[in-house]
């Protein structure tokens, strides 16, 4: 049972790290895309809209 527990956690272990190196990929490939796209006019977009949020 003892294995049992440790082979589990492993599985999690593996299963986190897969998760933060998918948030990582997707995170820089939104920034390739921000960049390519023009950042200025997001980042403007973003702040005019800002006051709407509040």
């Known amino acids: 049972m003892a294995d049992d527990r440790r082979s589990l956690s492993k599985r999690e272990i593996r299963l986190a790290y897969a ?21 200025i006019l997001y980042l403007a977009r973003i702040l005019s809209q800002l006051p709407n949020c509040f």
Not at 19 to 39: K, Y
């Open 19 to 39: 998760g933060a190196a998918g948030f990582v990929v997707l995170t820089l490939a939104a920034m390739v895309l921000w960049a390519r796209n023009g950042e």
